[in-house]
């Protein structure tokens, strides 16, 4: 688990000629502990930059984010992407030990046993070209969980999956994630999703101000079919109804 | 819930048309497997007998029959020389290929990784690519005289633009994502490099050695004609010293077919070999 301070950060690209784009506008937040927060808004609005800023992918422009291990130290970190971004050369048991810092056999067994949680422990020696586009994402899911990382981010991780296998996946994922435990950062466009899957949503709105950040306490683990989550991700949508008269901000000149 | 059921439950295709239509899918492509095999017989039988046309014109002594270089070709294998001079042959090429990947390899990985070292190489490169292969023998025998170096030096230049060129186009098609991933979970420069990076290029690498081999061989006999101390093309030299044609020619139906085998055999399986994460290798027969 980790401590996540983001205060003040923002974010402007440059794009040539004396042009700039404002993606993310003085964001402040918190989070820490075992919390699955997730960050929704409409495309565009600047969640994946979020993310890759955090992950130290990409820099930012002002602002202050500060990544601590609850236990002290230098943040371990996982991410999930939106597609899978596997080594096609390496086997599915090559891509887990790729991000893995060591190389011994305490490690290789743990990556094994992510990848029996996602249900791949008989494809370990398999290329990704031999998988499905499903299982691959779960290669990814697996990969990241396996370097144990205290903070864990995905990125939209099943949107390019179909209804039935991403059902599947989040509720898989809700398991492992209340095994293992990690402070996620989970952003997805999708409020239904990110109600199922929350403690905690933050909402994106276009020009990457916070429009709110609503706290979601429901019993787990949750099922989609569940009455009171299909009630709250009703609530939770009418709330953002305003949301959707919203254009995405024009870059400012 | 009953609806569903009821689609599960529809009656199965017919069968008996299916059937028919396979069988005669697998007659068409029968017939069209042996009209294939036929057509390449009488290749071979229009060789043959163009052959022996031309030995009746021009005359035995000066184009031998293909049966007299047949027996010369059999000689040539049961003295041993064979096996000698055509490991000295292919040692020489590979050792070329060595040199060419050697320097090939980082020119090119300069260029595809950075456009100022493009913008340097880009065009002596090219250049380099463009020079016909008889000048690369000469100036390889210019400077290494009678030697086995030459024939060396003649296959790297042939090849080393070919390489730097490949593996530039590969640097330059890696992918992004992959970068990115492996940068988000730390991974160091040098773990990049041989994991996302080298994988990359493999394929293109071999798709340069692939084409340079076919002008690389020839590019090596040739030289070792003129410069060489052994080897198949010093072997051609000393038979058409002798003016022992059916030799000459027995020798170089035997590279011929030597370079083949190799070129079909052992570098496609090597390549399949190494690319065989690619689904579509998987399981290919060659
Ligand atoms: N490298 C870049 N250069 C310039 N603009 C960029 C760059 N990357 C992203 N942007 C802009 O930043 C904005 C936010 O992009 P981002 O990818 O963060 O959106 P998102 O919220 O993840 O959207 P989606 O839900 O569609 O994935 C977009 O308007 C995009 O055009
Ligand atoms: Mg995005």
Redesign the pocket.
Request: aromatic fraction near 4%.
């Given at each position: 688990m980790a401590v996540l301070t983001v205060q003040n950060l923002s974010k402007t690209?440059?794009?040539g000629t004396a042009r700039e784009?404002r993606?993310l506008d003085d964001i402040s937040f918190e989070v820490k502990g075992q919390t699955f927060v997730s960050i929704v808004?409409?495309?565009?609005?600047?969640?994946?930059?979020?993310l890759?800023i955090i992950s130290g992918v990409e820099e930012h422009t002002s602002g202050d984010i500060s990544l601590t291990s609850d236990a002290g130290g230098p943040a371990r970190m996982g991410y999930v992407f939106?597609d899978p971004r596997l080594l096609p050369w390496r086997s599915v048991m090559q891509n887990m030990m790729y991000v893995q810092d060591d190389q011994s056999p305490a490690t290789v067994s743990r990556a094994k046993e992510y990848l029996d949680m996602v249900g791949l422990a008989k494809n370990a020696d398999f290329f990704p070209g031999q998988l499905s586009g499903g299982m691959q994402q779960r290669v990814g899911i697996a990969r990241a969980f396996a370097v144990e990382p205290d903070l864990l981010l995905m990125?939209?991780p099943f949107s390019h999956l179909d209804a039935i296998t991403a059902r599947g996946l989040r509720e898989q994922l809700q398991d492992i994630w209340a095994q293992s435990k990690k402070t996620v950062v989970f952003?997805t466009?999708d409020v239904v999703e990110a109600v199922e899957l929350s403690d905690r949503i933050i909402v994106?709105q276009p020009g990457?101000l916070i429009y709110e950040d609503i706290t979601i306490d429901l019993p787990r683990p949750r099922r989609q079919t569940d009455k009171n989550v299909a009630t709250l991700q009703a609530e939770v949508l009418a709330r953002l109804e305003k949301l959707k008269a919203m254009s995405?901000a024009e870059p400012v000149a | 819930m009953t609806d569903q059921m009821v689609v599960g439950a529809a009656p199965a295709a017919p069968t008996g048309p299916a059937d028919d239509r396979e069988a005669d899918a697998r007659r068409t492509a029968r017939f069209r497997r042996w009209r294939r095999n036929a057509l390449l017989a009488l290749g071979w039988v229009a060789i043959y007998l163009v052959w022996e046309f031309g030995s009746w014109w021009f005359g035995s002594r000066l184009l031998p029959r293909p049966h007299e270089v047949f027996a010369s070709a059999v000689e040539i294998v049961e003295s041993g020389n064979f096996v000698t001079d055509f490991s000295a042959s292919v040692l020489k090429t590979f050792a070329g290929f060595g040199v060419a990947a050697a320097v090939g390899a980082p020119i090119g990985y300069l260029m595809g990784r950075y456009n100022y070292w493009r913008a340097f190489f880009h065009d002596g490169v090219t250049i380099a690519g463009t020079i016909p292969a008889i000048v690369y023998a000469v100036m390889s025998l210019i400077v290494f005289g009678l030697s086995n170096f030459g024939p060396i030096l003649a296959v790297a230049l042939v090849s080393a633009p070919y390489v730097a060129l490949n593996v530039a186009e590969g640097i330059r098609g890696v992918d992004r994502q992959l970068i990115t991933m492996s940068e988000a979970f730390g991974r160091t420069p040098a773990q990049i490099r041989r994991q996302v990076l080298i994988p990359t290029i493999v394929p293109f690498v071999f798709a340069a050695i692939r084409m340079c081999f076919a002008v690389a061989w020839k590019v090596e006999a040739l030289t070792e004609v003129f410069g060489g101390r052994n080897g198949v093309g010093f072997q051609i030299r000393t038979e058409y010293q002798l003016y022992d044609i059916s030799a000459v020619l027995a020798w170089t139906v035997l590279f011929i077919a030597f370079m083949l085998v190799i070129e079909r055999l052992v570098l496609a399986k090597a390549e399949a070999r190494l690319l065989s994460w690619r689904p579509e290798e998987r399981g290919a027969a060659l």
């Open positions: 690209f440059n794009l784009s993606v808004g409409p495309s565009g609005c600047g969640k994946s930059t979020l890759n939106q990125d939209e952003v466009h994106l990457g995405v | -």
